[in-house]
Structure formats: C-alpha cells, structure tokens
C-alpha cells in the first residue's frame, strides 16, 4: 500500500510540475558569415528547457579560415528557460562579420577588439510565415543561458586578441544601426579560476539580437560590466529541469568558504555529494548525473559557512 501510495504521488508531482508549461519547440542551426555570404550547418531540434551543445563541424572550404573560431565555441551549451516562449522559433545563431582570408572577426563601427560576435537571429510565424522579428524577448522574466566553455582553444582566441588577456574579457548586446552598446537584460559570469579549461562564460540573455565579446574597456565604458564576485549566497535552479539523465547546478559564494552541495530523495535520504571542499568566492557550476536513480523528485542543498539553500529538482527516465 505503501508503495503504490508513493508511486501515485510521484506520478501526481511529475503531472502537475509538466502542466504548468506546454514546453514549446526550437530549431536551432549554426551558421558563418564572411564576405563570401553565409554557410549554414545542419539544424537542430530541442525544445524549452532541454540543453543544445555545439558539436563537429567541418566548415565547407570557402569558409575553411573561421573553421578555428568555430572549434573555439565547441563544446558550448545553449538553453532556454522553460516557461521563455508562448509559441515555436526557429534561431539561426550566426558566427558574423568575419574575415574570409583570415578567419577574425572586422571592425565594424565601434568593434575594433571583438573576439565573440554572435547574432542570434529569430524567426516565429506569421500568418504561417516564418518572419524575422528583432530584437526577439523572452517571457516571464525568463533567460536564454548561453555557456561557452573556456577550453583552450578559447583561451587562446581572447589571448591573440585582447591586450591583458581572459581578465578584460566582458559581453554586451550591440546595436549595429546606432553603433552603440546595450547592457541591459544581459548579464555573464565568469569561469572561477578564471583559467579553468573545464569552466564556462555563462551568458543570460533577456532577448535575443546581436551578442558581442571584446575587450571590457571598449565594450563595457568606464564601469558598466556587472562585478564577478557575488554579493550573497545563492542557489539557481538546475537546468535542464526536468533533467534525463544529467542537470548543470550553479551556485555562487561571496567569501571564502567552506562548501557541501549534496542531493537527496524525498525521504531525505543523501543519494550524491557534489561538492565539499573550501571554496574562494566566485560562482561554480557543478554536473549532476542520476542515471543510476530512478525518475522522482530530488532536493538539492548547498551549505557554507553562513547560509544553507536547497532547492527541489526532478528526474524523468
């Protein structure tokens, strides 16, 4: 009797936690620009809520110079909130303005120090037309998470480029008709350390339209970049979620600290510890796989030295 009682709860929280939002769809594909026009790779399908990552690409030969910028993208994650759309998109995310004969991104108006020049283009229909429409924004104060690995060959693409290397990197929205920078509803983080090959630049966007990254100085002004080091203990909601099988969990501590991040079953049962170890400040992103547990709903918890979050997630098989 028991079991069946649990069985039918958590069938009940898994029903009702999928009817709050009919998860929309999103094709996806990746494109180049240069001079020559632009080449598209094949297109991917992915709904709300579920994680895209950039994967081989073999750029046709007109375009073989921007095959290095490309590789320096591979392995990113891109996501949208679910609960970010009321209707199905298509998002061409287009590699843009850059040099045929040798692979960097041109100047254009005030880029002159651009080492990230996406514009993500988005198309919803009209009348049962796909119609362009931009700047697209998200609802329900929702975000597009784009988290581009800081593997090497990034590291490398920032160091060619900026004078003081992956420190004065930062991102903003650039509006190409008034040749200005807009940081409003976009914000990022850095890796900690910020040399962490395994680390991410994690990118939220509040609406899509072009999406620049250069030298902070010129980007950023005087002293508009947001700080990287967090003003408080936090704990953000895993994405995806729900997850199969694994979820990308971000926390964020604003001193030095020591730092336990653990997952339990509703029964509060500890089934995985994530973390445990000193921590400086900054913010992290940690992998969880429950590909050894069964579908359900877990609760995640964080503790440091001042403060203990938890937050609840759910595994669908």
Same mark, same amino acid.
């Given at each position: 009797?028991?079991?069946m009682?649990?069985?039918l ?5 898994s029903?009702?936690?999928?009817s709050l ?5 999103i ?6 620009n240069c001079s =020559?026009g632009?080449?598209y790779g094949?297109? $991917?399908d992915?709904t709300? #809520?579920t994680? /895209?990552t950039?994967g081989?690409w ?7 110079s921007?095959?290095?910028?490309y590789d ?17 998109i298509?998002?061409d995310w287009?590699l ?6 040798n692979g960097?991104?041109l100047?254009d ?11 993500f ?5 009209v009348?049962g ?9 998200f609802?329900?104060n929702?975000s597009a998470?784009?988290?581009?690995q ?5 590291q490398?693409?920032?160091g ?6 992956a420190l004065q990197l930062?991102? =903003? ?6 040749n $200005?920078?807009t940081?409003? #509803?976009?914000t /990022?983080t850095?890796?900690?350390p ?8 994690v990118?939220?966007a509040?609406h899509?339209s072009?999406?620049v990254?250069g030298n902070?100085n ?9 700080n ?6 936090g704990l ?7 997850f199969?099988?694994s979820?990308?969990?971000?926390y964020s ?5 020591y ?8 029964l509060g ?5 994530l973390v445990?170890s000193?921590?400086e400040?900054g913010?992290y992103?940690?992998?969880f ?5 069964s579908s359900?709903?877990y609760i995640y918890?964080l503790?440091?030295?001042k ?6 997630m759910?595994l669908?098989?």
């Amino acid at each position: 009797m028991k079991k069946m009682f649990y069985i039918l709860f958590l069938l009940f929280i898994s029903s009702s936690f999928l009817s709050l939002h009919a998860q929309h769809n999103i094709s996806i594909r990746l494109g180049v620009n240069c001079s =020559s026009g632009i080449v598209y790779g094949p297109s $991917t399908d992915i709904t709300e #809520g579920t994680l /895209y990552t950039v994967g081989d690409w073999t750029i046709p030969s007109a375009y073989a110079s921007i095959q290095p910028i490309y590789d320096a993208i591979k392995g990113s994650t891109f996501q949208l909130e679910s609960g970010a759309l009321t209707e199905d998109i298509q998002i061409d995310w287009i590699l843009y303005n850059m040099s045929c004969t040798n692979g960097t991104y041109l100047p254009d108006g005030s880029l002159t120090e651009v080492v990230f020049n996406g514009y993500f283009l988005v198309k919803h229909q009209v009348s049962g037309v796909w119609t362009p429409q931009e700047p697209y924004a998200f609802n329900n104060n929702k975000s597009a998470i784009l988290s581009i690995q800081n593997t090497s060959a990034f590291q490398s693409l920032i160091g060619n480029v900026l004078t003081g290397g992956a420190l004065q990197l930062a991102f =903003s929205y650039y509006a190409k008709s008034t040749n $200005t920078f807009t940081y409003s #509803g976009l914000t /990022y983080t850095p890796p900690s350390p910020i040399d962490d090959p395994n680390g991410f630049w994690v990118l939220r966007a509040a609406h899509f339209s072009n999406i620049v990254g250069g030298n902070k100085n010129q980007i950023t002004g005087v002293n508009d970049i947001v700080n990287s080091v967090p003003t408080e203990f936090g704990l953000k909601q895993n994405y995806p979620n729900p997850f199969n099988p694994s979820t990308l969990i971000e926390y964020s501590i604003p001193e030095k600290s020591y730092v336990e991040l653990n997952v339990y079953n509703i029964l509060g049962v500890k089934v995985a510890n994530l973390v445990k170890s000193s921590k400086e400040a900054g913010i992290y992103k940690v992998e969880f796989n429950g590909s050894e547990l069964s579908s359900g709903l877990y609760i995640y918890e964080l503790k440091t030295n001042k403060a203990t979050i938890s937050r609840k997630m759910l595994l669908l098989k």
